[in-house]
Structures are given as structure tokens and as C-alpha cells.
């Protein structure tokens, strides 16, 4: 009876910590602590995870900074090389100008001379001709024919005389005909004076070298015989004149 009782009590001892121990083990500390613990994860978790993401913002932001600084400095980089580019340009423009300018100016007084240059030799040409044109002139005025025979040599070379002076007009040369003019020292050389009433003082009476235009310059200045006043008979003339007649 005795063993009986003992082993009733040392079971019933046995079962009682089991239970405490699971009751224990269900609500220990550590499972506790762990639940805990875990809470604490997960919001760790989280505020990392919003940490990073603030993170990944602000970086963002920063790199969009940063770039637009940089466009910035390149915008204004090319805009100041624009510039630049306009200023060459401009000035490449005037240059170019001035020098179409000063070549359109070599090419005029180029021009010119050429023309004066050919002009000054077609002058001193024609006025190596222009005594052969006076003699056959001479001729035509003196000479008068009066058989036959002289009025074929007469026509013969007055032919060639119209010959040589139709090559002169075709070139430009043209005769001047100061007769009854104002004596003008431009185109005249007076070689004689002939006192008159009949005309003005200055009137060119008579052409003795005929002058010639070549284009609208002088080839050469007409010799003329201008009109001058007529000179009054002297009072010491009249008073001799009258003591002879008494």
C-alpha cells in the first residue's frame, strides 16, 4: 500500500511540471521577445526601405541638377560660339565688300586707262595722217583743171582723198566749221586778226588749218583768222589832213 502511494504521488509529481513546463513553453519570454522582435523588423524594414527610396529621390534630384547645370553651361557655351561665328561672319562680309569695292575701282580706272591709252594712240595715228588730208585739200583748192587728162588725174586722187577721209569718220574723226563762231580758245588758235565793221569782235572769219574732233575731244585746234575792231583814223591824221587840203 505503501509502494502504491508513493507511485500515485511521484506520477502525479511528474505530470504537474509537464504541464507547467508547456504552459511554460507556450508563453515564454522568448516567444514573446521574438513576436517582438519581429514587429521590430518589419518597421526596420520599412524605414529602411522609405529611407531608401528618400535616398533614391533626393540622388534624383540632385542628378537632375546637376545636369541641368551642365545643359546650362553648354547652351551658353554655344550661344557665346554663335556669337563669336556672327562677329567672323560680319566681319568676313565687310572684308569682301571692300574688296569687291576696291577691285570694282581697278577694274574702272583699268578700263579707263585702256580706253585713254588706246585713245592717245588712234590720236597721234591720226594726226600723222591728218597733213596728208591738208595737201590733198590744197590741191582740190588751187589746182583747176582745164583738159581732159587733168580731169582724170583730178578725180583720181580726189577719190583717194574721200577714201582716206571716210576711214577718218568711220573711227570717230569729224572736221570742225568755226566760220561765223565766237572765237573759242578751247577749240581755236587765232594765227591772224582782221580788223572790220561787218562782224563782231571775237567772230572767226575764215579757217585757215582746218581743226578736227576725234569722238568729243579736240584732235586737233583749228588755225582761224578772227574779226577785230576797226581803228578810228587818228585825230593827228584828220588835222594834217586838213591843213593840206587849205
Avoid: W
Avoid at 78 to 104: H, V
Avoid at 189 to 197: F, G, K, N
Amino acid at each position: 500500500m505503501i509502494d502504491e502511494n508513493k507511485q500515485v504521488n511521484n506520477i502525479s509529481q511528474l505530470g504537474e511540471p509537464t504541464e507547467v513546463n508547456q504552459a511554460m513553453k507556450s508563453d515564454s519570454p522568448a516567444q514573446i521577445n521574438s513576436n517582438e522582435s519581429g514587429s521590430e523588423v518589419t518597421e526596420q524594414v520599412t524605414d529602411a526601405t522609405e529611407v531608401s527610396v528618400d535616398t533614391v529621390i533626393t540622388k534624383d534630384g540632385v542628378a537632375a541638377t546637376e545636369k541641368t547645370e551642365v545643359e546650362t553651361a553648354v547652351l551658353a557655351d554655344l550661344n557665346q560660339q554663335i556669337e563669336s561665328l556672327k562677329g567672323q561672319l560680319e566681319e568676313r562680309s565687310t572684308q569682301y565688300m571692300r574688296i569687291a569695292a576696291d577691285f570694282e575701282n581697278y577694274r574702272k580706272r583699268t578700263s579707263k586707262e585702256k580706253e585713254d591709252l588706246e585713245l592717245q594712240v588712234k590720236r597721234n595715228t591720226i594726226l600723222e595722217l591728218l597733213p596728208v588730208v591738208d595737201n590733198f585739200e590744197r590741191a582740190r583748192s588751187h589746182l583747176k583743171p582745164q583738159t581732159d587728162g587733168e580731169m582724170t588725174i583730178h578725180k583720181s586722187y580726189q577719190g583717194v582723198y574721200k577714201q582716206l577721209v571716210d576711214c577718218l569718220k568711220r573711227i570717230g574723226v569729224s572736221p570742225m566749221r568755226p566760220e561765223g563762231q565766237q572765237f573759242d580758245p578751247n577749240l581755236h588758235e587765232a594765227v591772224m586778226r582782221e580788223p572790220t565793221d561787218e562782224h563782231s569782235e571775237g567772230t572767226v572769219l575764215e579757217e585757215l588749218v582746218r581743226g578736227y574732233y576725234i569722238g568729243d575731244r579736240v584732235l586737233r585746234h583749228s588755225m582761224v583768222k578772227v574779226a577785230a575792231p576797226k581803228e578810228d583814223t587818228p585825230p593827228a591824221q584828220e588835222d594834217q589832213s586838213g591843213a593840206a587840203d587849205s
